[in-house]
């Protein structure tokens, strides 16, 4: 189904290459979130945006970059500078609202691996 | 600190038998829980959230501030119920979501 559409759906980077992950949502959704998934960890939150132009950092910031100019769109930059990359990336989204328990709605995720 | 506990990395039970997945949280203020679902080859989908004191799927869990938790339970597990589950706490008035590590449920025929 649609709604959040991640890309691609696995990514190889080069030591000391930049890479970048692309999340697109159709859903009409104000706030935005990028989850790295490790066995045995659960998800850890990168960044999250609850606007456009907007963004903050999650627990695990480091490494990281993202950008946030249109509504539909919270690319993940994956930087040289993340010693340990290889993981399972989810991205998410969710009404921006001053209702609460609003849930979540994910992505298939990204895989990215080290050559 | 916030934090969510999900004590069982692997839970197996047989078709038929109640199933329990356990989840405790520590939180200061007022907290809202949820449980996320990820079948084999889907993905992660809300299961259920405390809030809405809803039954999906027969699963249902209740938020026991004194224990701080909020297991899921459901009497009669079934083969379809094969999944990882994630236990998660909703942190204030913001959107972030802290998930537990996740218990991975087998129901066996």
């Known amino acids: 189904d649609g709604g959040i559409t991640q890309s691609p759906k696995y990514l190889f980077r080069k030591e000391g290459q930049n890479v970048t992950l692309s999340c697109e949502q159709n859903?009409?959704?104000?706030?935005m979130y990028w989850y790295r998934q490790d066995p045995g960890q659960g998800l850890r939150l990168i960044y999250y945006?609850?606007?456009?132009?907007?963004?903050q950092k999650g627990d695990i910031a480091e490494g990281y970059s993202v950008s946030r100019e249109k509504k539909e769109s919270f690319p993940l930059t994956v930087t040289s500078a993340q010693k340990n990359p290889t993981a399972f990336y989810l991205c998410?989204?969710?009404?921006?609202?001053?209702?609460?328990?609003?849930?979540?709605?994910f992505g298939d995720g990204t895989r990215l691996s080290i050559l | 600190a916030q934090r969510v506990t999900q004590p069982e990395k692997l839970l197996s039970v047989f078709k038929g038998a109640p199933v329990e997945l356990k989840c405790n949280y520590s939180?200061?203020?007022?907290?809202?829980l949820f449980w996320y679902v990820q079948y084999s080859r889907q993905r992660l989908q809300l299961l259920l959230r405390h809030i809405s004191r809803e039954s999906i799927k027969g699963f249902t869990a209740d938020l026991n501030k004194g224990e701080t938790s909020f297991h899921l339970k459901k009497p009669f597990a079934q083969e379809e119920d094969s999944a990882m589950y994630y236990c998660a706490l909703k942190r204030g008035s913001n959107y972030k979501l802290t998930f537990g590590k996740g218990t991975l449920l087998t129901v066996n025929p």
């Open positions: 939180y200061s203020g007022s907290p809202e």
């Open positions: 859903l009409n959704h104000d706030a």
């Open positions: 998410a989204s969710s009404i921006s609202s001053g209702a609460s328990n609003q849930p979540q709605h």
């Open positions: 945006s609850q606007i456009v132009n907007d963004f």
